[in-house]
């Protein structure tokens, strides 16, 4: 029998760091080996970005909350949270391979773009769900330093083809927003939805 005070649907260490970082405990509710996860992330045609991290970020607390009844575990709020980066109303999510890596971020390269981070929770039968948006500027990079930057591998897995907490922090210019949002999980949006539910951080 498990009994967590916080069940936190999501395979991203930084989340977890970042739960840990305002002390909420939590035990992670991973899929099980016959799901597809990455299915969920498919944008629709003509998904406007906010829409679809709302969207993408609801299946995947929907999809925890019904993996929790399987399992049987001790009853617990669900925390589930999404990041996409959108630039000129696309959505860049993660890289397919190496190249594509490279090519998005030559695209945000010198430029502005924003960080969308929906994140829901679920208790006793209601969603609770919060959006972060920020803005954030990359510096122009040179084709060398996109190249070494792919090549360490960074990219993968990200959003974007970055992570605001590696190397890539030297290239940011300026953020309007949350930092922790950019990371992956929105901590003021985060604590807002723990008070609302009686739980405050």
Do not use: N
Not at 30 to 59: H, I, K, N, W
């Amino acid at each position: 029998m498990h009994h967590a005070p916080l069940y936190l649907a999501s395979q991203s260490p930084r989340r977890r760091q970042l739960l840990q970082q305002i002390g909420v405990d939590h035990e992670l509710l991973l899929p099980d080996a016959d799901e597809d996860a990455e299915s969920l992330e498919a944008a629709l045609p003509g998904e406007p970005p906010r829409a679809y991290v709302q969207r993408v970020t609801r299946l995947k607390l929907d999809a925890a909350v019904q993996r929790l009844a399987r399992r049987g575990w001790a009853a617990a709020p669900v925390l589930c949270a999404d990041t996409t980066v959108t630039l000129d109303c696309a959505i860049l999510g993660k890289p397919a391979d190496d190249a594509d890596a490279a090519a998005m971020l030559r695209r945000l390269s010198g430029r502005s773009h924003q960080v969308l981070t929906a994140v829901a929770l679920a208790h006793e039968g209601r969603v609770l769900e919060r959006l972060s948006v920020s803005e954030v500027r990359m510096r122009a990079l040179a084709a060398d330093e996109i190249a070494r930057y792919v090549a360490s591998g960074e990219p993968r897995g990200k959003a974007g083809s970055y992570a605001i907490q590696s190397q890539a922090a030297a290239w940011i210019e300026h953020i309007a927003g949350s930092y922790s949002g950019i990371m992956g999980l929105p901590l003021f949006e985060t604590g807002e939805l723990l008070r609302a539910i009686g739980r405050p951080v």
